[in-house]
Structures are given as structure tokens and as C-alpha cells.
């Protein structure tokens, strides 16, 4: 009898995570779309939105979607030449205001889906400041699950975003085309591609009509060529394997 065949892993692993999940039920929308017609793996889910609930509901309903936290502390609008912040949940310089209100959302994602996130990240990346830098290190650690940007083996790309950082436009960069390029340009290990897809008329947000175009590109035909073609291995951040608690290490940014 000859051997039976072996799967041989992919030397590239890609998780493709929707951040601002549960902010609204048109984001909620166009990340499912891409979740169930396109290349989206995984999403990130921000716990106290009207949201909230319906996207926990629909992710209950197709387990091989991956979903982490997306800690919200804030955000903040690129104006008149400089930033301003638009609502701030807690002073983001009182360690303990800021763990309350981390473990005040993480109580809130377990009530929502009866478990654990599959990983942790930030709106706006806020996490890259201390001290909330620190205390999602040691929470991601504790759970043994990565932390976008600073767990080892998995690298950060978020070039496919539809903006500069000072709000202009780069609708370019959320062309099939461009897509294209990034998964032709991975590397050997896991990425993870960040994105913003979602119908955001019923949203006040300065990233609005770029999101429809990112459903249209996850979802493009092309795209999906690309990474059968290269032989990537789409996944989420649940079907990752590894220990995170003696894995991941987080040096300063």
C-alpha cells in the first residue's frame, strides 16, 4: 500500500483582521461580506458600540472566524494641522483608569462570546503608548495570545489603508493591484494584514467611504488568484499554533 500523502504547511501564513468590528451594523456588514465571499480571517471586535452584539451574534455563527479585542480607549481626528481627540473613554495617562476600563471591555467581550479574544489590539494603535503598552503586554501574556506589533513571529502590515496619516487620500493603496503586490511581497511566517472594511453611512468617521472600497477589493477575484497562485495559507489568529505565554516578547517600539 502506497503512503498515504502528507499536507506540507505553508512556509506563508496570512491572517487578514477587520478591525472596528461590532461599531456599527454597516461595519458589522462589510466585514462578514469579506469574511464569507472574500479573504477576511479574522476580526477584531470593539465590546461597548450598539454594534457590539449583533457582530458577536454572527461571529458565533461561523466559528472558523477568528475574534480578538480591539481596546478603545479613544480616538483622535487629523484637523486644521493638528490632532484632536473626539471622545476619550479614560485619562490615558492613569495606569489604573486604564486597566480598569482594558478590563472593563474585556469582561464585556466574554460576556458577548463566552470566551476569550483569540488576540489583542488597539483603536488607533494606542497601544504603542505606555502605560497601556504594559498593561496589554501582560494581559496578551497571561492569555497567551499575540499582541498586534509586538508579539514575536507574527509581523504587522498596514499598508492597505486608504489614507496618510494626516487624512489625505491614497486610493491607490486600496486597489486590487496594490493588494496584489503586498501578498506577492510576504515574507516566510505569519503576517498579519490589517484592514477596515464596512459600509460606514450610518458611521461619523474620517476613514467613511474607503471602507466600501476595501469589501470590493477584499473581495475581488484577483486577490484570491494571488494567494492561491503564491500558496499562502490563509488563517486567523485562532487556528495560529504556539505558546504566546513563552513566545511572545515585547520590546519597545
Avoid: K
Amino acid at each position: 500500500m502506497s503512503a498515504l500523502p502528507q499536507t506540507v504547511p505553508s512556509e506563508v501564513v496570512l491572517v487578514v483582521n477587520g478591525d472596528d468590528f461590532g461599531r456599527s451594523p454597516g461595519i458589522n456588514r462589510g466585514i462578514l461580506e469579506c469574511f464569507d465571499h472574500g479573504i477576511l480571517t479574522s476580526a477584531s471586535l470593539m465590546t461597548l458600540w450598539p454594534g457590539s452584539a449583533e457582530a458577536a451574534a454572527a461571529a458565533l455563527e461561523r466559528p472558523a472566524l477568528g475574534v480578538g479585542l480591539h481596546v478603545d480607549l479613544g480616538e483622535w481626528a487629523y484637523s486644521e494641522g493638528a490632532w484632536r481627540c473626539t471622545y476619550l473613554r479614560t485619562p490615558l495617562d492613569d495606569p489604573h483608569a486604564v486597566r480598569a476600563e482594558i478590563d472593563r471591555q474585556l469582561r464585556a467581550f466574554r460576556r458577548l462570546l463566552d470566551r476569550d479574544p483569540s488576540h489583542i489590539d488597539s483603536h488607533q494603535h494606542v497601544h504603542r503608548e505606555e502605560p497601556t503598552r504594559s498593561i496589554l503586554a501582560g494581559l496578551a501574556t497571561s492569555l497567551g495570545i499575540p499582541l498586534r506589533h509586538y508579539t514575536v513571529g507574527v509581523r504587522y502590515r498596514g499598508d492597505f489603508f486608504g489614507q496618510m496619516t494626516t487624512g489625505e487620500r491614497r486610493p491607490d493603496a486600496l486597489s486590487a493591484a496594490a493588494l496584489v503586490d503586498i501578498i506577492e511581497s510576504l515574507p516566510t511566517g505569519t503576517t498579519e494584514l490589517c484592514c477596515h472594511p464596512g459600509y460606514a453611512d450610518d458611521l461619523v468617521t474620517t476613514y467613511q467611504r474607503e471602507r466600501a472600497v476595501e469589501i470590493e477589493t477584499l473581495c475581488d477575484p484577483r486577490v484570491r488568484a494571488a494567494i492561491d497562485g503564491s500558496g499562502i495559507e490563509l488563517r486567523s489568529f485562532t487556528a495560529l499554533s504556539g505558546d504566546y505565554r513563552s513566545s511572545a516578547r515585547y520590546p519597545p517600539s
